[in-house]
């Protein structure tokens, strides 16, 4: 018998049946309902290993097509240039530059290189652009389209980049700002779609392409190269 794959297990309350998924950086993952026999997700693993190696391939080539440059993080489209500070706990943004906090060595000495904990630091401060950055163009979206909502959130989530409510509650993806500038207005557009068209329906992509005729462009991106938009 073929060896599994290593995983990792995770057990859910809410999972009805087992869901395996590939990681940006090639790992596997495997989310089991809670009650069910870890052997589930050892012949899930085993007859997925295909298609795991696709995806693992797949994920490599989508990353060597938008590498970006060392030292940098993506922000719609450009790159910022990260600057170590010693003493800085918070991210900044100066121009082309993104102040982060320092690392020092085993002899706590500073290091001009980003600290350990510089990625949470570095997430916070996108966090806090994406709120800005999306609700500008959510209120001039909305405005063009005569509607209104009445919430904006900003998550995280692996796979989702935004949703509309039937109350018209916003959520969208702090990782957009990882993207082309064009792929955060096209999602942003979608969602104000939903403010009128609540499905899927061919009246709701009809609304859509009224609004941004090369969304099948930006939706491919996003297919191809979410995965890579981490930081």
Same mark, same amino acid.
């Given at each position: 018998?073929?060896?599994?794959?290593?995983?990792?297990?995770?057990?859910?309350?809410?999972?009805?049946?087992?869901?395996?998924?590939?990681?940006?950086?090639? !790992?596997?993952?495997?989310?089991?309902? @809670? /009650? *069910?026999?870890? %052997? +589930? &997700?050892? $012949?899930?693993? #085993?007859?997925? !290993?295909?298609?795991?190696?696709?995806? @693992? /391939? *797949?994920?490599? %080539? +989508? &990353?060597? $097509?938008?590498? #970006?440059?060392?030292?940098?993080?993506?922000?719609?489209? @450009?790159?910022?240039?990260?600057?170590?500070?010693?003493?800085?706990? #918070?991210?900044?943004?100066?121009?082309?530059?993104?102040?982060?906090?320092?690392?020092?060595?085993?002899?706590?000495?500073?290091?001009?290189?980003?600290?350990?904990?510089?990625?949470?630091?570095?997430?916070?401060?996108?966090?806090?652009?994406?709120?800005?950055?999306?609700?500008?163009?959510?209120?001039?979206?909305?405005?063009?389209?005569?509607?209104?909502?009445?919430?904006?959130?900003?998550?995280?989530?692996?796979?989702?980049?935004?949703?509309?409510?039937?109350?018209?509650?916003?959520?969208?993806?702090?990782?957009?700002?990882?993207?082309?500038?064009?792929?955060?207005?096209?999602?942003?557009?979608?969602?104000?779609?939903?403010?009128?068209?609540?499905?899927?329906?061919?009246?709701?992509?009809?609304?859509?392409?009224?609004?941004?005729?090369?969304?099948?462009?930006?939706?491919?991106?996003?297919?191809?190269?979410?995965?890579?938009?981490?930081?």
């Amino acid at each position: 018998m073929a060896a599994v794959t290593e995983y990792t297990l995770l057990r859910s309350p809410r999972a009805r049946r087992v869901r395996v998924s590939v990681e940006s950086d090639g !790992a596997v993952r495997v989310t089991l309902p @809670r /009650r *069910a026999p870890k %052997r +589930a &997700a050892d $012949e899930a693993v #085993r007859e997925l !290993a295909p298609w795991i190696e696709r995806r @693992r /391939r *797949a994920l490599a %080539r +989508a &990353a060597a $097509e938008i590498a #970006r440059t060392p030292g940098t993080v993506p922000y719609l489209g @450009r790159e910022l240039r990260l600057v170590p500070q010693p003493g800085r706990t #918070r991210a900044h943004r100066r121009g082309d530059d993104l102040l982060v906090p320092a690392g020092e060595d085993a002899a706590g000495q500073l290091r001009l290189e980003p600290a350990a904990g510089a990625t949470d630091a570095i997430e916070r401060w996108y966090r806090r652009t994406a709120r800005v950055e999306i609700a500008a163009r959510l209120d001039a979206a909305v405005a063009r389209a005569g509607t209104a909502y009445t919430k904006l959130t900003i998550r995280g989530q692996k796979t989702r980049w935004g949703s509309c409510s039937q109350t018209g509650a916003m959520s969208f993806n702090w990782r957009l700002l990882l993207a082309p500038e064009p792929v955060l207005d096209y999602v942003v557009e979608h969602e104000v779609a939903h403010l009128e068209v609540m499905d899927h329906s061919k009246r709701f992509w009809t609304l859509l392409e009224s609004r941004v005729p090369d969304w099948r462009d930006h939706a491919a991106w996003l297919r191809r190269y979410g995965s890579t938009l981490v930081i």
